[in-house]
């Protein structure tokens, strides 16, 4: 069973920027499919970042795009969500997830994946 742990959530200022962590710690996330989804008060849950296990390749919501990056570092077996400008409607609880399906990132990160994190929460306010 895979255990993800996300971390680096908090309340940040409308315009600011935050990392947000993922990690495992007994299986290799160099593995996995990564991606970021977040489930904002009274919505359901979005897709907004993936990355391909094998060419790193990645996938954007609108939304995000050009404020976003998903990244990871196999040899710290972390996954990192910088995001910048952040703004209210980015506010939500974000999840970490993984999978290991031979789909594209992009259909993985609209439909989701088999594993999940607890969530870390985010929250933009001044």
């Known amino acids: 069973q895979l255990m993800l742990v996300e971390s680096g959530g908090g309340l940040v200022q409308p315009g600011g920027s935050l990392r947000l962590s993922c990690t495992a710690s007994e299986s290799t996330l160099e593995s996995y499919h990564i991606g970021w989804f977040r489930q904002a008060p009274g919505k359901g849950r979005e897709g907004i970042a993936c990355i391909h296990r094998s060419d790193s390749s990645t996938y954007y919501k609108d939304s995000v795009k050009g404020r976003f990056t998903i990244s990871r570092d196999n040899a710290r077996n972390t996954v990192y969500l910088q995001m910048d400008d952040l703004n209210s409607d980015d506010t939500a609880v974000y999840y970490c997830?993984?999978?290991?399906?031979?789909?594209?990132?992009?259909?993985?990160?609209?439909?989701?994946?088999?594993?999940w994190g607890q969530g870390t929460q985010v929250t933009v306010s001044s």
């Open positions: 997830a993984a999978d290991l399906s031979r789909v594209t990132v992009a259909t993985m990160c609209i439909l989701g994946m088999d594993y």
